[in-house]
């Protein structure tokens, strides 16, 4: 059983539309991490979020973190094909030096 | 800009050999870490490592070993390769300092 659960699986919408990927969890975290990995490359982390209710915006992305600090979610505005791509959620929630993973949600922006 | 370097991107051996994976970072981070990623299981901890000859045990450390012998050099052996241990590995460090851990680009391993 995760730890994160992250949905949807899959998302695969048209280039210009709206998506949003979720990030839960029953515990409490320190801090939030999303990812975003490529076929056959690492994770390249996106963003960190360590306050709860916060909210953080890169662009067309928009993150935020629940005020209890159990989940997250990821909206992309108007997403484009370079945003294709795996987004993986990660969370430290015993302050300790190991993260947990969520399964991933594969977004596939179509032209 | 931090750099974590793994030895190979891909790597094909065969049932029994010994294989050992390499990962070097450049930010003198304390933390270093090895995961392996398969398709609907997410990233699994296989072991991790907070300071020079510390190691932990992950989520899913039996059939692998790690050496730390210098803060940034983390090398994971998997002592005799079985064909369930063909994965994605991946190598990552972090500082506390900071909550942000940075990942190498993998190794694709292949057992026969």
């Known amino acids: 059983t995760q730890l994160l659960e992250q949905s949807p699986q899959f998302l695969s919408i048209q280039e210009g539309e709206n998506l949003t990927v979720y990030c839960n969890s029953s515990?409490?975290?320190?801090?939030l991490q999303w990812y975003r990995q490529e076929p056959g490359e690492g994770p390249v982390l996106l963003v960190t979020?360590?306050?709860?209710?916060e909210v953080k915006k890169l662009k067309r992305l928009t993150f935020q973190f629940g005020d209890a600090r159990k989940d997250s979610s990821l909206h992309i505005t108007a997403a484009q094909t370079g945003d294709t791509g795996l987004y993986l959620c990660?969370?430290?929630?015993?302050?300790?030096?190991?993260?947990?993973f969520g399964a991933g949600t594969t977004v596939t922006v179509r032209a | 800009d931090v750099k974590v370097t793994q030895s190979s991107r891909y790597l094909v051996k065969r049932t029994g050999e010994k294989v050992f994976l390499e990962c070097v970072q450049d930010?003198?981070?304390?933390?270093m870490f090895w995961y392996r990623q398969d398709p609907g299981l997410g990233l699994r901890l296989i072991y991790f490592?907070?300071?020079?000859?510390?190691?932990e045990k992950g989520d899913i450390p039996e059939g692998y070993s790690v050496s730390r012998e210098k803060k940034e050099r983390f090398s994971l052996i998997l002592e005799s390769a079985s064909t369930n241990q063909t994965s994605m590995y991946l190598c990552?460090?972090?500082?506390?300092?900071?909550?942000?851990?940075?990942f190498g680009p993998g190794t694709r391993l292949t057992v026969t």
């Open positions: 990660a969370g430290d929630s015993s302050n300790d030096y190991k993260l947990s």
């Open positions: 515990s409490v975290f320190s801090s």
């Open positions: 979020v360590v306050t709860g209710g």
């Open positions: 930010m003198d981070h304390e933390n």
């Open positions: 490592s907070y300071d020079v000859k510390m190691k």
């Open positions: 990552a460090s972090w500082t506390l300092a900071s909550y942000e851990q940075y």
